[in-house]
Each structure stands twice: as C-alpha cells, then as structure tokens.
C-alpha cells in the first residue's frame, strides 16, 4: 500500500482518481490547490505525488519544481488535461517522472 499525495482542484476529479486509488488499496490525502499540497509534502512525504498542472495559488510545475529541490528520488505523476507536446516537455522539464493527459 502506497501513501499518495493527489493534488487536483476539480472535486469531482479529486474524489473519483482518490476513490480508484484507494479501491486499490491505497492511502491518499488530497490537496485542492499547490500551496496545500506543498504543505502537505512538507508535512508527511508521500510515497507518490500525483499532481494537475492547472491549479489555483501555485500551478503544478510550480509545486513539481519545488518538491524535486528538496527530493529529487520523489515519484511524480502529471495527471492533466494539458496535453500538448510543449506541455508534456515542460512537465518532464520540472521534474516529473510519467506524464497523463486527462480524456
């Protein structure tokens, strides 16, 4: 079982990709926008960090950026509806490790 940090600031996204996760047996906390789940990071590191690209108070490669400052061995999920391959590159460019566009 893995302790997953899901940032995303749709509701309804953010409980059903939390609602899979745990079906699967996972822990998740959920972050509305980056600042929180930055002080969610800094709080308790999670096991993974599944991040939308397109949130309010800090965008996600914002907080991507942040967090491989600090942890650089930290697996990082883009989970977004940005899916050109400019934004691909850029969100492989802050650090994150897979990176899945939204349907």
């Known amino acids: 079982m893995a302790d997953i ?10 409980k059903w990709v939390a609602v ?3 079906s699967e047996g996972h822990s998740v906390r959920v972050a509305p926008d980056g600042e ?5 990071f ?3 590191r ?3 960090l599944v991040l939308d690209v397109m949130m309010p108070r800090k965008d996600g490669l914002e907080v991507c950026r942040a967090v ?9 999920l883009m989970l977004t ?5 400019k934004d691909k590159l850029a969100g492989f460019g802050v650090g994150a490790d897979d990176y899945v566009t939204k349907p």
Do not use: I, K, Q, Y
Request: glycine residues 2%; proline residues 8%.
């Open 5 to 14: 940090l899901l940032a995303e600031d749709d509701a309804d996204v953010r």
């Open 20 to 22: 899979a996760l745990e």
């Open 36 to 40: 929180a789940a930055l002080e969610a």
């Open 42 to 44: 800094r709080a308790r």
């Open 46 to 48: 999670p096991d993974l």
């Open 68 to 76: 491989r400052a600090g942890d650089p061995a930290l697996p990082v």
């Open 81 to 85: 509806a940005r899916n050109t391959e």
